[in-house]
């Protein structure tokens, strides 16, 4: 770790005066000469035959350049990319723009340039489509019986493709156990929201054969491969730039029809070309989150040890195949044992095709899911063994002394201590008090519930070989300019999370530099080297170490360099106050700036050495980080409406060492309140001819701030060896700890009514039934 | 098309505009001053929040014909050097993240300090309820408007 003048301390961020003061660099915000625009006609069916499609009207409107559709351009362009992350994974072909047929309400059908955006949309009305519908497929369960439509005639069912991890013997589990609890558990679709819709900005110079997009994208390197593969072009003439991006929380990581589409029109009409999405079209055609029933199966001994965890999980993927939509649920699959030791493990999962948008990475991506399984299974336990919900975590919690721990899923959790968090956070929340006062409450007729989520996650994705196409690392270069400033040029693209200062803040430590003097530069592929994005709570962790190990070599090199300026052994010279000085002898010192004066003048440089003071490196991890922490939610509802109100809120995080405490805690602020969101309030709704309901922020309900409580937040630190920074990473752990402990909260406040398990989004209405109903339902049934 | 006359950040613009654009297009693209935001199409997330004529609006629900002859405030014009006192509030307590929804939310900050100078946080929290933020979970917003309505007492100043 390098010495900490700011590392681990509350530095304000370098990102913020611009963005303060209006003057960010996002994509809708470029204004190029000459730009025309782009807009999509999407489809208005679910399931459609498309039999005719004339454009001519819209082609005869003044202003409008160009209009493309499926079948002309299937040839000009490849299609969207997918992972093949399962061994059986059925691939639909995604073009850029639909061939013959739609199989979800939004589908681009047709792509209209022209001079402004307003007639854009304007020629889109005058398009003709003739559609066939077909029947729709919307419910998974009912996709995989025999008699449903399917989506793929060429693949007979909906079936997209399955896994199956088993660890132990299950059945001696299950067999040996005094008890058994069981649940369906449904996790439903949510819309990422992002703030700044998707928007991509393209403009092609014919004589350099260069093509630049801009683009709202978490991966720029990725897009760029992407770009050159869909346009059938060299990577080395394209530059892909992601300034400033409006948040994104996975679902900017993916590769949209709209990124093959505006470069290829940009080339087309040697014109600069955007298109920004509107929030309907975000809604209906960027991905979709969660979206998996779990039947879920704890086998246990009467005292509340687990022997035994069985999941079947069924994913609604959707209609196509994102770039991650297969591989996310595999991340549920090695994460859901969760925080527990137990004798054996089966997972079951099948994903299916169904006429929706498709799903891909939500903030957590996989992993929220899994801590939902479990945790909802451990409570489902703790009441039938009629424990406390902590006494039940706590006694099947991996002990301190396991790490590195093998799991039941194959995965080596690198350190941990979930009682000292758990028990951090019982104290915060004054978890015996609480209980107290929840028994009075209870006798005065007052409806409120103590919610508990224990959690552990993957981050710092991740190491190569865990992905099938490999990647997991992240690049960093760190040049000292003659004059001294520091650049970081990173691989990562962060899009919110505040890099330029926590790498910023790395590298002034390491090389005892004001933190002013230190600039960071993402999101262009022309300057930084070649890299991965941020994603998967990776960035500090793997790309903020590819920064230090940069630092740390061009500290060597200066090192080396003073050593021959002060014609003394390098072993002899330390680092002090911006000063490069012999050890035996303070009064012999060079400075900062004569070593880099020597580094670029190279007339007195060492032997072998070259001239200039940067380094690159990437950093490909070993393993992944696993962050762990205690949610712990407290509840009150409205006997008249249903309502709840979060009265209290405790979150204690382990996420490793931390570069900027300030940052740590707005991440985790920022992912409670979206696991609140999914908790509450948030479902993708569609209606039963495939429409989705939910397709305006007037009807998806995204939290706001009356609806949101005051975070309590601590944390312990238990640092990984996976890197030499220590950092696990935090971006998730926050919505993956908080929807768990909110669920907790309100079945505790409605025990007295029998309620063991609710399906989410917990709003008003559902919770006013069961109040009116006043029947109860007791075993461990879900109410739906 | 309409010829409209338009203050915005006491300067003026004049310009032939279709009778259907929006005010926030017109900021945008015409005044090409981009910090207002568009983050949807029905009034729901307040990105595009500004002050007009003094008063609170979403300039997406807004025609620019509706403008004509009125005097704006958007993020840009909050201080002619440096930073408002309220945007230094956000910085000092980070009261952002991506900062997409920041502009929207520090001019919301400003009108509600303009009228409540000492607002409670339940007031904080309440005014806030147009301005959609995905990102900070709200906490260090509310901390900098506080924050903000603290040093603007001390310092005497409620200023827009
Ligand atoms: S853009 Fe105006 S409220 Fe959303
Ligand atoms: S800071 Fe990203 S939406 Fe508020």
Known sequence: MPPAKYTGRKVL??????????????????????????????????????????????????????????PEIRDKLN?????????????????????NRVRYSGEP????????PYIARDALDLIDVDYVPLPVVLDPEKALEKDSPVIYEEWKSNLAGTMQLVSGDIEAAFRKADRVVKGRLLNQRVIPVAMEPRAVQASYQ????????????????????????????????????????????????????????????AMRLERPVKWVETRRENMLATIHGR?????????????????????????????????????????????????????????EMKE??????????????????????????MDLAAAELKMDPAEIRRRNFIKPASFPYTTRTGLIYDSGNYDKALKKALDLAGYTQLRRKQAQLRKQGKIMGIGLATYVEICAMGPARAFAAGGGWESAAVRVEPSGKVTVLSGASPHGQGEETTFAQITADELSVPFDDVAVIHGDTQAVPHGIGTFGS??????????????????????????????????????????????????????????????????????????????????????FTFPFGTHICVVEI??????????????????????????????????????????????????????????????????????????????????????????????????????????????????????????????????????????SHRGTGTQR | MHRIKVTINGKEYEQEVEPRLLLVHFIREKARLTGTHVGCDTGNCGACTILFNGKLIKSCLTLAVQANHAQITTIEGLAANGLHPVQDAFLEKFGLQCGYCTPGMILNACYLLQSNPQPSEAEIREALEGNLCMCTGYQHIIDAIRYAAERMKQSGTVQL
């Open chain 1, 638 to 775: 409205d006997p008249e409406t249903g309502e709840v109100a979060i009265v209290k809120y405790v979150a204690v995080d382990d996420c490793g060492r931390v570069i900027n405490p300030m940052m740590v805690e707005g991440q985790v602020h920022g992912g409670i309140a979206q696991g609140i969101g999914q908790a509450l309030y948030e479902e993708a709704v569609y209606n039963e001819d495939g429409q989705l309901l939910t397709g305006e922020l007037m009807d998806y309900v995204v939290p706001k701030a009356d609806q949101l409580p005051t975070y309590i937040l601590d944390r312990t630190e238990t640092p990984t060896t996976v890197n030499p920074l220590g950092v696990k990473g935090v971006g998730e752990a926050g919505t993956i700890g908080s929807t768990p402990a909110v669920v907790s909260a309100v079945v505790d406040a409605l025990a007295p009514y029998g309620v063991r398990n609710l399906d989410m989004p917990l709003k008003p209405e559902k919770i006013w039934r069961i109040l009116r109903a006043k029947t």
């Open chain 1, 352 to 377: 299916v095709f169904t006429n929706k948008m498709a799903t891909d990475a939500y903030r957590g991506a996989g992993r929220p899911e899994a801590t939902f399984l479990v945790e909802r299974a």
């Open chain 1, 291 to 347: 979206d998996q029933i779990n039947y879920v199966e704890l086998a246990l001994t009467n005292d509340g040890r687990i022997l035994g965890l069985r999941v079947r999980v069924i994913v609604d993927v959707g209609a196509y195949l994102q770039m991650l939509t297969a591989l996310i649920p595999t991340l549920t699959a090695i994460m859901s044992p969760g925080c527990y030791k137990m004798l054996a493990f089966s997972f």
């Open chain 1, 79 to 99: 299609m969207l990319p997918s992972a093949a992350a399962l061994p059986d994974l059925r691939i639909p072909d995604h073009y850029v723009l639909a061939v």
């Open chain 1, 13 to 70: 961020r370098k990102e913020d005066p611009r963005l303060l003061t209006g003057k960010g660099q996002f994509v809708d915000d470029m204004h190029l000469p000459n730009t025309a625009h782009m807009a999509l006609l999407r489809s208005p069916h679910a399931h459609a035959i498309i039999r005719t499609l004339d454009a001519s009207r819209a082609r005869a409107l003044d202003g409008v350049l160009e209009i493309l559709t499926g």
């Open chain 1, 206 to 265: 014919p004589g350099e054969k260069m093509l630049t997009v801009w683009s709202t994208t978490q991966i720029p390197h990725t897009l760029r491969s992407e770009i050159a593969r869909l346009l059938k072009i060299a990577d080395n003439r394209i530059r892909v730039l992601a300034l400033d991006v409006g948040g994104a929380f996975g679902s900017k990581l993916n590769v949209y029809p709209e990124e093959g589409l505006v470069p290829y029109l």
């Open chain 1, 109 to 116: 059908v047709a792509a209209v340039v022209a001079e402004t």
């Open chain 1, 538 to 623: 990776r960035t500090t962790a793997v790309g903020g170490t590819a920064v230090y190990m940069s630092a740390q070599k061009v500290k060597k090199k200066m090192t080396e360099l003073a050593a021959h300026l002060l014609e003394i052994n390098p072993k002899n010279v330390v680092w002090r106050d911006g000063k490069i000085v012999a050890k035996t002898n303070p009064k012999k010192f060079t400075t900062f700036q004569e070593v880099v004066r020597a580094a670029y003048s190279a007339k007195n440089l060492p032997p072998g050495m070259e001239p200039g003071l940067d380094a690159t490196s990437y950093f490909s991890p070993q393993n």
